[in-house]
């Protein structure tokens, strides 16, 4: 095996943190941004690419960095490394609400394709690199673009996703159709690909948008209840609207912005 061995325990329930255990020697690598907190004796790294194994010399992370960039991800990534003589703590934390789900490459056939933005941390060795969706459609309508990501390897690696995870394995030949933001994350066997929502009054005024995925079986899915973008319009939705002076009369906030304005 490549992969660092590495125990983890996560915590929380809504908002919840990763924290993995580290033998002597043992890395994780991590988003840049996302760690929580870190025992003594633990050496931090910002590095190119994802420092696997197959990312060796100068081109080959420069190749890994550029991967990176064109997925609209950080150029870096971050090592954490145990250079004490016992085990050792670091801990990495949900960026929104919702769940960190893990995940055992080796169990799940060595490759996990996910969406673009939710891989938060995994067992040095554990390649971070793109996938590209084989179908225009899927590119040009997909929600999370033409490229998504994919780990490989057989460690561990923690994904995150909003709301509530939902994991379902699909037999042969059944299908699954999803919002295209609530897809997080499936196996290399699930056929992916994008329907364009049937019926003029559907699209236009259904409030789902003009397509779905369609998910193909054989091979296991993860949906995300709440997608961050849904989140954000939500929030965005309810802040205080430039046209209207950032006023609402019958809230706190509204009070707030009041007394900023002298009123």
């Keep these: 095996m490549n992969n660092h061995e590495i125990d983890f325990k996560i915590y929380g329930d809504d908002m919840q943190f990763v924290e993995v255990e580290l033998d ?3 890395t994780v690598v991590a988003e840049a941004g996302s760690l929580m907190m870190m025992e003594d004796h633990i050496h931090m790294e910002t590095i190119f690419g994802d420092g696997s194994s197959g990312s060796g010399g100068l ?45 055992d490459l080796s169990e799940l056939g060595g490759k ?14 554990v390649s971070v690199g793109i996938e590209f969706q084989r179908k225009i459609g899927a590119g040009f309508f997909g929600g999370e673009g033409f490229i998504m990501q994919k780990l ?12 509530t995870i939902y994991q379902k394995t699909l037999v042969p030949g059944e299908v699954l159709r999803v919002d295209t933001g609530c897809l997080v994350a499936m196996t290399k066997e699930v056929d992916y690909n994008i329907e364009m929502v049937k019926g003029v009054k559907t699209a236009l005024f259904g409030g789902e948008g003009l397509f779905f995925a369609t998910l193909r ?23 205080p609207q430039a046209g209207g002076n950032g006023k609402d009369e019958g809230s706190l906030l509204g009070g707030v912005f009041r007394m900023l304005d002298g009123d």
């Design 152 to 163: 490989e390897g057989d460690g561990m690696a923690f994904v995150h996703a909003g709301g």
């Design 217 to 239: 079986g054989p091979g296991t899915v993860w949906i995300q209840s709440l997608p961050f973008s849904r989140l954000a319009s939500r929030v965005f939705a309810a802040a």
């Design 24 to 26: 002597p020697g043992e």
């Design 59 to 103: 081109m080959g992370k420069l190749l890994g960095a550029g991967k990176r960039m064109i997925t609209g991800e950080s150029l870096f990534m971050t090592t954490f490394t145990n250079q004490g003589s016992g085990k050792k703590h670091v801990s990495f934390a949900s960026p929104y609400p919702g769940k960190i789900v893990p995940m």
């Design 112 to 125: 996990i394709i996910c969406q673009k933005d939710a891989f938060l941390a995994a067992a040095k060795g």
